[in-house]
């Protein structure tokens, strides 16, 4: 009920209404919704935009999923909370592989590097704008005195980003390139058939060398506060990688579907 005034809430675009719906509902329903809403993203973009739709969802997936993961929640069925970016990172992977299936290989390593570009500068531009001097009160006066927050704002959710760019990307490059080189090798293995095999295999096999890379990396090696290892290891590899797996599961018929998005004159 409390999702449903959600989406009324959005569309009249009420959107503190929205989230405080969100808030009332329980935490796996609105991970499922998430779910499936940027997966049908996916096809969108793919139908209306082609390959490019692909490299637009992976750089705002990647700037979203690196935002997001600052922020932990608590799942009914694990006892550690459990960090968020997990389904823009591992929809990543299905964006790579819809390129590898339907373009080639040589549109999905394209994608990854686009991926790579694309948060780069969204990282060099947050670190500009918080270099820009803020308002101090005198400044401000009561009619700015509301701009005297944002400073702060902003610092909490971006100035992490550093240490979460060089981790991601680390952990991005690595993965996302094995993700590639698996899925062409398991379809050549496979003469192109069993598409849920390559897509399933590759990616539960690539999520989980994503994980460990970026959580060792952004929570222990470049932290200047290290987490212990028992956190980094059931709250962000392996309470991440178990939702990766329900990810992979729930994104196999969207690869399916994806053949009847992609735009005809791809598959003349």
């Known amino acids: 009920m409390n999702f449903i005034e959600g989406l009324f809430h959005l569309i009249l675009f009420n959107f503190g209404g929205f989230v405080d719906s969100l808030n009332k509902t329980p935490v796996i329903i609105t991970w499922f919704v998430f779910l499936f809403f940027c997966l049908i ?21 990647i700037i979203g999923g690196n935002i997001q993961v600052l922020k932990i929640v608590e799942f009914p069925f694990f006892p550690n909370p459990i960090a968020l970016g997990t389904i823009l990172f591992a929809t990543t992977f ?30 060099l531009i947050m670190l500009f704008t918080l270099g820009f001097t803020p308002l101090d009160i005198n400044t401000a006066g009561e009619k700015y005195s509301w701009a005297l927050s944002v400073q702060n704002n902003l610092m909490g959710v971006f100035l992490p980003l ?7 990307m680390i952990a991005y490059i690595f993965s996302q390139y094995f993700d590639v080189w698996l899925y062409e090798t398991i379809s050549h293995f496979t003469q192109k058939k069993f598409l849920w095999i390559r897509n399933n295999i590759s990616t539960m096999t690539s999520s989980l060398l994503d994980n460990t890379i970026f959580s060792v990396f952004a ?6 506060n290290p987490l212990d290892v028992n956190t980094v290891i059931f709250t962000y ?13 729930f994104d196999t018929p969207f690869i399916y579907l994806a053949k009847y998005f992609v735009p005809k004159n791809v598959n003349d």
């Open 41 to 61: 993203v996916i096809l969108f973009f793919l139908k209306f935009f082609g390959e490019a739709g692909m490299y637009v969802y992976t750089v705002l997936a």
């Open 94 to 123: 299905l964006a790579t592989d819809i390129l590898a299936e339907y373009y080639g290989t040589r549109y999905a390593r394209k994608n990854i590097l686009i991926g790579f570009a694309g948060f780069l500068l969204m990282t």
């Open 162 to 168: 550093p240490i979460f760019f060089a981790a991601s």
């Open 219 to 224: 929570w222990i090696i470049f932290n200047p």
């Open 237 to 249: 590899i392996l309470g991440t990688y178990f939702l990766r797996i329900t990810i992979a599961i």
